[in-house]
Each structure stands twice: as C-alpha cells, then as structure tokens.
C-alpha cells in the first residue's frame, strides 16, 4: 500500500515566517506534487517535481518554492508567509508515466 | 496550459437516485482522466479513471464516460446510499512522465435517506 506522509497535520505560524512543509513517499515513486486545497477552488497546482533536484511550477507558484535533495521527500518552502497562504496543503506522488496519484493526508496551515 | 470545468458545484439526491458530474478539459493532449472523492477529513482517494482509448468504464455502482471529440467525460453513480455523500474531484492529465494532474474545482455530493 502506498504511503504519502506529511509531516503535520495542523500548523500555526505567522506572518512573515519561514515555513517547511514536509512529504515523504516510501513508494519510490519519480513524481511528487504539492496542491493546494480551499473551498470553491478546487485543487491547485503549486510545483511538482518528476525527479531529484528537478522541479516545474504548477499554476500557483508564487510565494512558494520546494526542494527535492531525495527521491523520497518533497518539501513546499513559504518563504515569507502571508495570511492568504492559510490554506489546506496536499502533497501527492505517482510513479514515473503512471499519472494515478496517491495523496498525503493533508496539512492545514493557518497563518496569524 | 489544462484548464478542466466541472459541474455542478453541489448535488443533492435523494438514496437510491443516480447522481451524474460532469468535466470538460482544455487540452486536446490529454489522454488520463481520474476521478477522486474526498470524505469530510480525510484525503482525495481515486474512485476510477478512464484512458482516451475507452469510451466508458464500469465498476460496480460508478461508471464513467469519456467523449473525446467534445472533450468532455462524466460521473455517473448509481443507487446512491449516505455513503457516497463526499467531494468528488475530476482531472486530466497527458499521462507522460514529468506531467501533472490538474483537477476541477470539485462536486459535493449529498445523498439523504
């Protein structure tokens, strides 16, 4: 069974602090992916990553950047956290061309 | 870049009804379709997907339909029960190594009893 695993559930920091957002996959999958959850707006695609050190940006990449130094960990940096980036956060994995992604459980940010 | 529409935003029915949602996407290229339904807390789980070399795909009360020429595909769920009360996402894909999924904005399901 596949595994993503977010390092938080629930996070409160605030506004203009750093924050690390961490996922860690155990399926050795080439494909990560952070999304960002809010009602109404469905899932959007912040960056991904389809391999080590290699990153692309989604839709909504602004305020954000990600790191990707092992196959099994993707990371999503708030380099200066802001109110409007409060926010659930999913990360997700797939392997090589198979798109069928596998979620973490989620982290819900709230910035103060 | 995919842009995928999905309708209705919300859908209400009564147990035992079908429910249909429905997505059009954007980019011709794209050949993966999934579908993901997502219960209050917890994460997006996939339910069935469908590739664009099939045109419908069944398992057991949900099924889903794909036309590509209108670049459109469907949810269709039958005999709902509570159990199906959920968000339900829809996304497409071009399925090629270093591509993402980009999903519609999502369909709460409420089935009452």
């Known amino acids: 069974d596949v595994k993503v695993t977010q390092s938080s559930r629930y996070l409160v920091k605030r506004t203009g602090e750093k924050v690390f957002l961490e996922c860690v996959q155990d399926m050795d999958h080439e494909n990560m992916f952070w999304y960002r959850q809010d009602p109404g707006l469905g899932l959007r695609l912040i960056y991904f990553s389809y391999d080590v050190k290699m990153k692309e940006k989604g839709d909504i990449p602004e305020g954000y950047s990600v790191s990707r130094e092992k196959k099994e960990r993707f990371s999503l940096i708030l380099e200066s956290a802001s109110t409007n980036q409060t926010s659930m956060y999913l990360c997700?994995?797939?392997?090589?061309?198979?798109?069928?992604?596998?979620f973490g459980q989620g982290t819900r940010l709230t910035v103060v | 870049g995919e842009n995928v529409e999905q309708h209705p935003s919300t859908l209400s029915v009564q147990e035992g009804d079908s429910a249909v949602i429905k997505c059009t996407y954007s980019?011709?290229?794209?050949?993966?379709f999934p579908w993901y339904k997502q219960e209050l807390g917890k994460r997006p789980q996939l339910i069935i997907d469908i590739r664009s070399n099939v045109g419908e795909k069944k398992d057991q009360r949900i099924a889903v339909t794909l036309n590509k020429t209108a670049k459109h595909f469907s949810l269709h769920i039958t005999e709902t029960q509570p159990e199906d009360s959920a968000v339900y996402f829809c996304?497409?894909?071009?399925?090629?190594?270093?591509?993402?999924?980009?999903f519609g904005k999502g369909t709460t399901l409420s089935v009452s009893s």
């Open positions: 996304a497409a894909s071009t399925n090629q190594a270093g591509t993402a999924l980009i």
């Open positions: 997700a994995s797939s392997l090589g061309d198979r798109v069928k992604a596998f």
């Open positions: 980019d011709s290229a794209s050949n993966y």
